[in-house]
């Protein structure tokens, strides 16, 4: 039976191929079903050499079961440093290791919201998961897709579109697609126009840059709105043990400090100090 205990994993690469201009889809066989939540993600290491010495966090974009034990999980990243540069060059065959599912995903529990999914530069590969989970709940729920360029948008053939329209909306910086102006504008925009009943059952799921999550925040705070975020803290274990990740969140009068990668990455937006 599928599970979401935290496993290590030998795996090897069934593809890894560059979609669009600057992302990458990587498919990796693994000897059992995993299951997770969306949020969630794994710690990915198998470039040759030592250097860097510590694994990636990439977040988990799909999984599969097949008869035989035929079963694979897929990421979509894109190449930031070293260790993304390394693995984009991987090929075919070659071996990964993996430590996942890690982390807390989103709480998608709660009915009768209404769902923005926001995602910023490759956040897109944290929220689509979400959108699939919500489509399957028959859950209502639309998505706000930002970046600075038209070539910097997730490729048509990984965003879930769904059928209703008007649930995909794109955000240019500078233009070239969708809406003219930053993926917060837009969805500040958006949220002006939402009665105060409306705004009272929204629930913003939002992953990218901690100045657009904070900007939602305060959005989100303004109209009464639940906002959840997921930090893209840079992190070295993974599992909770080198505290090298900590976030500070609002506790009583106080501060306490939290693990991105064990109590996040995902946190209601209403307690992160930004």
Not at 20 to 29: H, T
Not at 59 to 75: L, Q, T
Not at 111 to 124: A, D
Request: net charge positive.
């Amino acid at each position: 039976m599928p599970h979401n205990r935290m496993q290590f994993m030998a795996g090897r690469i069934l593809r890894n191929e560059p979609h669009g201009e600057i992302f990458y889809r990587l498919e990796v066989s693994v000897p059992g079903p995993v299951e997770f939540t969306p949020g969630q993600f794994a710690m990915v290491s198998g470039w040759p050499g030592n250097d860097p010495l510590l694994p990636r966090p990439l977040a988990i974009f799909h999984s599969r079961s097949a008869p035989k034990g035929k079963c694979a999980v897929e990421f979509v990243y894109k190449v930031v440093g070293r260790g993304t540069a390394l693995l984009s060059g991987m090929h075919p065959g070659e071996p990964l290791s993996l430590t996942l599912p890690l982390g807390r995903g989103f709480d998608l529990k709660k009915g009768g919201r209404l769902y923005w999914l926001v995602g910023g530069g490759v956040g897109f590969s944290t929220v689509f998961p979400a959108a699939a989970a919500l489509a399957w709940q028959k859950a209502e729920f639309e998505m706000f897709l930002g970046s600075r360029t038209r070539q910097q948008l997730p490729p048509k053939e990984l965003t879930p579109a769904g059928p209703a329209p008007g649930r995909v909306h794109l955000c240019t910086e500078d233009g070239t697609a969708g809406f003219y102006g930053r993926v917060t504008d837009a969805v500040r925009e958006r949220m002006a126009s939402l009665s105060a009943a409306a705004a009272s059952r929204l629930t913003i799921l939002a992953c990218g840059p901690r100045e657009m999550l904070k900007e939602l925040a305060l959005a989100a705070a303004d109209r009464g709105a639940e906002m959840q975020a997921s930090l893209e803290n840079h992190m070295a274990c993974g599992f909770g043990v080198c505290w090298g990740c900590v976030v500070a969140l609002r506790d009583g009068e106080g501060t306490a400090y939290r693990r991105v990668c064990k109590e996040g990455p995902v946190f209601d937006a209403r307690e992160v100090v930004w």
